[in-house]
């Protein structure tokens, strides 16, 4: 069994706010079953250029076994 660690973004993000709710108000994404794909890359992709999300995620990161 591996073990992955998650990294939250800061729930009180702007941008990360404004993008996921923007990204699961949408009916086809939701439907389509690709929006855990997408939300995890936005994910990565703006932690990397988000200080407050890097911070965040490093005060509150978790081992998950999977």
């Known amino acids: ?5 998650e990294m939250p973004l800061d729930p009180d993000c702007e941008v990360a706010k404004d993008y996921l709710s923007s990204l699961w108000d949408d009916p086809m994404t939701a439907y389509s079953g ?18 407050r999300c890097q911070e965040y995620g ?9």
């Open 1 to 5: 069994m591996r073990a992955h660690y």
């Open 34 to 51: 690709v929006g855990d794909e997408i939300q995890e890359s936005f994910e990565k992709e703006h932690r990397v250029s988000c200080e």
């Open 58 to 66: 490093a005060a509150n990161v978790e081992a998950v076994l999977g």
